[in-house]
């Protein structure tokens, strides 16, 4: 017990630098003044404003140049073919600025990576009694330890150093905590993958529309061809085939549509959902390393 107050004055010495790792400051949706999400999971509420902001703004802007070339073109395709693009569009952004706020929590969580939760000095040993100056220190230098992934598992292991007997319980304790992190991780991907799921159904609907209207046409343009006479009946013919091409192209658009921005979001999901398990395996190497292999129990041997 001899090292027991070096290790805690140690522990409680904080440099300026330390203190910086603020909650509000790392996070965006803190940082824009939202109830941030768990972890690095966004909440409903950034995901549907971002959503609204984007989609309106788009709309908005394809609206006021619809009179040109390109804004009539675009302003079609985002609102015809039975409105179908609309719900697409909508539901493509908002898995867009899911990913994109949930990239960036990644990268707040992991910038707490490096933060010093255990004094430097070699001579630093974990114990039960050392756990407790560990911990505040740990709420020493974040002012919401427990928002942070890193941090909360560290703090909630160390709480529990008194109940421990070997260094083997620790490490199963940081075991289970990761497994529940995980749990929790794999969670926050519900909405996206329903979104995901809903997006090219949406697009099957605007199948079976157009398909729908293509066959209305095509009974019309029978009519026609045996009711017409002469041109009477080859204008009717041209019009009412036009409404049946007008049918397929509904269809085989918003399926288009629909398909490729699934793809897209499927490709970007995959992308952050590696960096979000990169993260997660990161922070169990974290704590094995810092924590684990400082840790000395009176029980083991």
Not at 1 to 24: E, H, I, Q, S, V
Not at 98 to 115: C, G, M, P, S, T
Not at 187 to 211: D, E, H, K, N
Not at 259 to 285: C, H, N, T, Y
């Amino acid at each position: 017990m001899t090292n027991a107050d070096p290790n805690n004055r140690a522990a409680r010495r904080l440099d300026a630098a330390a203190a910086a790792y603020r909650f509000k400051a790392l996070d965006p949706e803190a940082r824009w003044g939202f109830k941030a999400g768990s972890g690095t999971t966004p909440s409903q509420l950034s995901c549907l404003v971002a959503t609204v902001a984007v989609a309106g703004g788009a709309y908005l802007i394809v609206g006021l140049l619809r009179g040109t070339a390109w804004g009539g073109f675009l302003w079609h395709e985002m609102t015809a073919y039975q409105y179908i693009p609309i719900p697409v569009i909508v539901f493509s952004i908002w898995c867009f600025a899911f990913l994109w706020l949930k990239a960036l929590k990644i990268r707040a969580q992991r910038a707490v990576l490096a933060a010093p939760v255990l004094p430097t000095g070699n001579t630093f040993t974990l114990t039960a009694e050392t756990a407790d100056a560990v911990v505040d220190r740990i709420d020493a230098i974040a002012d919401e330890p427990e928002r942070f992934l890193y941090l909360a598992r560290v703090r909630g292991v160390l709480r529990m150093m008194r109940n421990l007997g070997r260094v083997g319980d620790v490490d199963e304790l940081l075991a289970s905590r990761a497994e529940q992190d995980e749990a929790s991780n794999d969670s926050g991907y519900t909405v996206l993958r329903g979104f995901i799921w809903a997006i090219p159904v949406l697009g099957f609907i605007g199948t079976v529309l157009g398909l729908t209207e293509a066959m209305g046409q095509f009974g019309a343009t029978l009519g026609s061809v045996q009711d017409g006479a002469g041109s009477s009946q080859v204008s009717a013919l041209v019009q009412n085939l036009t409404g049946v091409l007008d049918g397929l192209k509904t269809a085989f658009v918003t399926t288009g549509q629909a398909l490729v921005a699934v793809l897209i979001i499927q490709l970007v999901m995959i992308a952050v959902k590696r960096a979000d398990e990169q993260l997660l395996d990161d922070i169990q190497g974290t704590c094995t390393r810092t924590i684990v292999a400082r840790v000395r129990l009176s029980g083991n041997g």
